[in-house]
Every structure is written in C-alpha cells, then in structure tokens.
C-alpha cells in the first residue's frame, strides 16, 4: 500500500532556530495537507496546498511558517524562527484528486523546541 | 469555521462488549465525516467514514451512523479487542476542500 513518508521522524532544535520538515506525498496524489498535534491534545489544520499554490490556511500558520514543493515530489514545512509553543507531531498528508478515498497520514514528525 | 466535539474523553470496556463513541458538528455545509485510529507515536489511520448522502455504514466489527439534522456521528465498535485499545478521533469537513476539523479524541480500553 502506498504511503505518505516523512523526515526527520524527530528533530530537536533551538528555541529561534529554523527547521524544514520533509514530506513525500504518494505519487498520484494531488492534494497536500500539514496538521500538527500537541503532545494530548487533538490533530489541528494548518494549511492546504494545490497546483502550487496554498489553497487554505488557518490562524496558526503564521507568518513563520511557509511550505513548498519544490521538485514536483517532496512537500516542505518551513518554521522560520521556532517557538516552544511549536514543539508538536506535524504529520502531512496527501489524497488523490475527487477524494474518494480521504486522506492518507504519514507517519509524522516529531519535534522538540529547546 | 467547524467545531467538532466528541464524547467521552476515555471509554474503557470489557473484552467483547461494545464502544460507542459520539460526535457532534456545527457547520451543516460539512457532508464528510471520517474516523481515525491513532496508536500512541503513530499516525492517525482512517478506520472508517461517512458521506451525508448516507445515514449508516458498516465495516464488519465497526459501524458509523449520521444524523444529519441533529448534526451527530456516531462510531460503534462491537465485540471489542485489546488490539482495539487506541484514541479515536471524528473529523469532519465540506468535501470540496477537505480540511479536516478534529474532535478532541476518545481513549479506549479495552481490558482483557
């Protein structure tokens, strides 16, 4: 079964540091999510991507936050200058065009603001 | 935007009795609704969803109905198994764009 794969599975960096989390979608898919989860707490939206363009966005993703496709197979999250408060899982996601079969989650990205 | 609640926050459950888990939505413009298993460190893994086309839907030992004036969806799990322990999550969205507004997660346990 195809997957949606991430790396680093962990990072830790310093509070004011910049951190790139890579994601790469299944092949055929079209569509191109990042949530994030706070240790216990619920998976939250942060943005939409399509056409190479963010489709949505919500209040989290400020302006510290950017994303890319920049080779037409890898989905980047960009975090400029990290919090502590952005210490999370960030799972991406991908589905194929229609959406008939939802979303598939990768495996998620932890990490660790210091 | 959408608000999803979900109840219980922790449901624990004899080996073999059933789980029920419920959901409520605010935007009557959401018509899909998907469930998700997460195992502790994992990904969440869609187990099951829903349209607002359909009323109820079934995948052998797990059910999801929808009601969608009362805008309520329900996950039923029968004849549950420790491997069923996990934190499940509703979610729900207009599917034209997919993004998906999360209920804040329900621990099962399932003791033995």
């Known amino acids: 079964e195809p997957e949606v794969t991430q790396t680093p599975s962990h990072q830790v960096t310093q509070m004011g540091q910049e951190v790139i989390l890579r994601c790469v979608p299944i092949s055929n898919h079209l569509y191109f999510y990042w949530y994030r989860q706070i240790l216990g707490q619920k998976v939250e939206f942060l943005v939409s991507?399509?056409?190479?363009?963010?489709?949505?966005k919500s209040e989290i993703f400020d302006d510290q936050f950017s994303v890319e496709r920049p080779d037409g197979s890898n989905f980047t999250l960009k975090i400029r200058s990290t919090k502590l408060e952005d210490s999370a899982m960030y799972f991406c996601?991908?589905?194929?065009?229609?959406?008939?079969?939802?979303?598939?989650f990768g495996s998620g990205t932890r990490l660790t603001v210091v | 935007g959408e608000n999803v609640e979900q109840h219980p926050s922790t449901l624990s459950v004899q080996e073999g009795d059933s789980a029920v888990i419920k959901c409520t939505y605010s935007?009557?413009?959401?018509?899909?609704f998907p469930w998700y298993k997460q195992e502790l460190g994992k990904r969440p893994q869609l187990i099951i969803d829903?349209?607002?086309?359909?009323g109820e839907k079934k995948d052998q030992r797990i059910a999801v109905t929808l009601n969608k004036t009362a805008k309520h969806f329900s996950l039923h799990i029968t004849e549950t198994q420790p491997e069923d322990s996990a934190v499940y999550f509703c979610?729900?969205?207009?599917?034209?764009?997919?993004?998906?507004?999360f209920g804040a997660g329900t621990t099962v346990t399932v003791r033995a």
């Open positions: 829903i349209r607002s086309n359909v």
């Open positions: 935007d009557s413009a959401s018509n899909y």
């Open positions: 991507f399509y056409n190479n363009e963010i489709s949505e």
């Open positions: 996601a991908s589905r194929e065009a229609g959406g008939l079969y939802g979303y598939t």
């Open positions: 979610a729900a969205c207009w599917a034209n764009d997919y993004k998906l507004s």
